[in-house]
C-alpha cells in the first residue's frame, strides 16, 4: 500500500511529531543532538512574535525550515556514522514513507512518542535506526 501525502499534509505531521517527542528530547537516549542556526532562529522566533503567531519550540523550527534553514541530528556516539540533516524537501519526500500503522496512528489521532519517534526517524534515516 503506498500512501499520498501533500506538503502541507507531511509538514503538518513532522510538526506534530515534533511536538510529541518534546522538541526532541527522546533523541537524546540514541545519543543525538539537535543542531541549528541559532542566530536563525532567534530572527525566526521574533518575527513570529511580531506576527502574533505560536512561538513554541517547534513552530519556529518549522518556519525555519520553511524559510530553507536546515537542521541537523549530530550523532554524538557513534562516531557521527548516524549524522543526517534535513531541509524542508526531506520532509515532503519522506513523511509518507512512514511505516503505515505509526502514519495512520498519526493520521486518525491516535499517536504517542513511539509514533512520533518512528517518523522523525523516517524523515532524517529512511528507516528506523534506534529503538
Not at 7 to 29: D, H, L, P, Q, V
Not at 43 to 51: A, V
Not at 86 to 95: G, K, P, Y
Amino acid at each position: 500500500m503506498e500512501i499520498k501525502l501533500t506538503k502541507e499534509e507531511s509538514e503538518n505531521i513532522f510538526f506534530r511529531a515534533m511536538c510529541n517527542t518534546m522538541g526532541f528530547e527522546e533523541m537524546g537516549y540514541y545519543g543525538l543532538t539537535l543542531e541549528y542556526n541559532q542566530k536563525n532562529y532567534d530572527q525566526t522566533k521574533l518575527d513570529l512574535i511580531s506576527l502574533k503567531l505560536d512561538s513554541a519550540f517547534e513552530d519556529v523550527l518549522m518556519e525555519m525550515l520553511r524559510k530553507g534553514d536546515k537542521i541537523t541530528l549530530i550523532d554524538e556516539e557513534g562516531g557521527g556514522e548516524y549524522t543526517e540533516t534535513i531541509t524542508l524537501d526531506r520532509i515532503h519526500e519522506r513523511v509518507e514513507k512512514t511505516p503505515i500503522r505509526h502514519l495512520v496512528s498519526m493520521l486518525n489521532e491516535e499517536d504517542d512518542v513511539t509514533t512520533a519517534d518512528v517518523i522523525i526517524q523516517t524523515v532524517f534515516y529512511n528507516d528506523i535506526i534506534f529503538g
